[in-house]
C-alpha cells in the first residue's frame, strides 16, 4: 500500500484513543490537542525510550528538569525577546494572518535560493507579484511585513506587566536556556569534567502565526534535548557522532531510513548562535507530488558553539567601562585542571520533539492487508517496546464463566510484567482487528480447551500466525518475544 498520510492518522487516532482535538466539547481551540489513553501511554514510551537512551546508556549525560517560567533576562540575554519572531503579514480584504515567508514559499514553490525569505527594503514582493491570499483569493491587499514574537506573555503576581514591567515573564519557548544558566549548577554537583552533556525532556511554548497539520506543529510541544559540552576543538567530530548516533537511534524506534533525510542548513539559514545544523526530515507528506515537498523538520543537531554560555556569564567591563552582562551572578566558564586553561566549552545540541516523533512512528508503523474474506485490515506494527498495550487477553466465549474467569486471572497475573488488557466486548474476529488497529503486539485467547489441558492461543500481530503456550510458561514465552 502506499504511505499513510496525516489526515489517515488523524482519523486513527481519534477512533482508537490516541490524540484527540482539545476542548472537543466546546469547538476546539486551533491546534491544540489531547493525548488519548493509548496516545499517552505511545508518548512515554517515547520518551523513556529517549531518556534510557541518553541517560542510562551512557555515562556521560546528566538529568535536569528546569523551570518553564524563568526570569525574564533569561529571554534577554539569550536573544529571544528581540530575535525570535516570524515575519508576519495581514490581508486587508479579509483580515486572515499569515507568515510572510510561508507565504512566498507556497507562492513560488520553492525556497529562496539563499535558503531563506528575505524581503528587499521598501519593496512589498507579495504584492509586487501578486501573491493571493489563501482565504480570500485577492492578491494587492497585503500589509508590509512585521516582526512577531513568539514567545508566550504573562505576569509575575498581582500586577499587570502595564503596571510594573518587572512583572513580565514568558513561558519558555525552549528548554535549551534552562540548562544553560544551570551549566555551573550540574558541573558543580555532579563534578563531570569535559565531554559532558545534560538532558531535558519538557513542555515548551511558540505562539506561532499558522501551526497546523495536526501535532506536526503546535503550540505547546514537548522537547526533548541534549546540550553537550565539550573543548572547541572537538565539537566538529562530537557533532558528526551525535548525527550518526541518532541515525540509528530513529531505527530503533521503527522509523525507516527511506522515510528520512538530511539537510545541512547553508549560511544564511544558520541561526545566530551556529556554526553548523543539520535537520533530520520525515517524509510526513507523501501524498504530495514533489518529493522535496514531501519531507519537513523532525530533528535538528546543531553546534551552538560557546554562544549561550558567554551571554549568560558575568564578564569584565568593556571599553566603555560597562559590563558586557550587568545582571547575571556567575561566570559559566570552564577551568581545565589538567592544563590550566579557562574556557567557554563549546555545545552540540540534538533537539527533537516528542509530538513529531509519535506522529513518524505513527506514520511509519500503519500498514493495511487484505485478509482471506477480502477483508481489508489496520495493523499498527510499533515497536513492542512502544506499543501501548503489549497483550490483550481474550475470552473465546464470554458467557461461559469459567473461561471469563481464568481469562480474567491471566490478564492480573500478566500486568505486573508488561500493560496488559482484557477485552470481550465483540466476537474473537473483531477483537483480533482492533487490537491490531492499535498496535498490541501479541492476543491471548483463552477458549474451552484451556480449561482442561492449561494452555492458551497466543497470536502474533504482525504475522496472525497462532501458538499453543502453557498457562505455566506464559509470563516467560511473553516477556521473550517482547523484548
Known sequence: MSAPNIETIV???KRRGFVYPASDIYGGLGSSWDYGPLGVELANNIKKAWWDWVVYERDDIEGLDSSIIQNRNVWK????ETTFSDPMVDCRACKSRYREDKLWDEFTGAKEAEGQYILAVGENRLIKFEVPCPTCGKSKEWTDSRPFN???????????????PMALAYLRPETAQGIFVNFKNVLDTSRRKLPFGIAQLGKAFRNEVTPGNFIF???EFEQMEVEYFCRPEDAPRIHQEWIDAYDAWLGTLGISSDNIKHYEQTAAELAHYSDRTVDFLYRFFPEREDEEKQFDELLGIANRTDYDLRVHSKKPEGEDGKRINPDTTEDLSYFDPQTNERFYPYCIEPSIGVNRTLLAVLMDAYEERTNDKGEVRVILRLKPSLAPIKVAVLPLAKNNEGIVTLAKKLKRDLQPSMRTVYDDTGGIGKLYARQDEVGTPFCVTVDHESLEDNAVTVRDRDTWEQERVSIDGLVAYLSSRLS
Open 150 to 164: 513568539l514567545m508566550f506573555r504573562t505576569t509575575i503576581g498581582a500586577v499587570s506587566s502595564d503596571d510594573d
Open 11 to 13: 482519523s486513527l487516532s
Open 77 to 80: 540575554y539569550s536573544g529571544h
Open 217 to 219: 506543529r503546535t503550540r
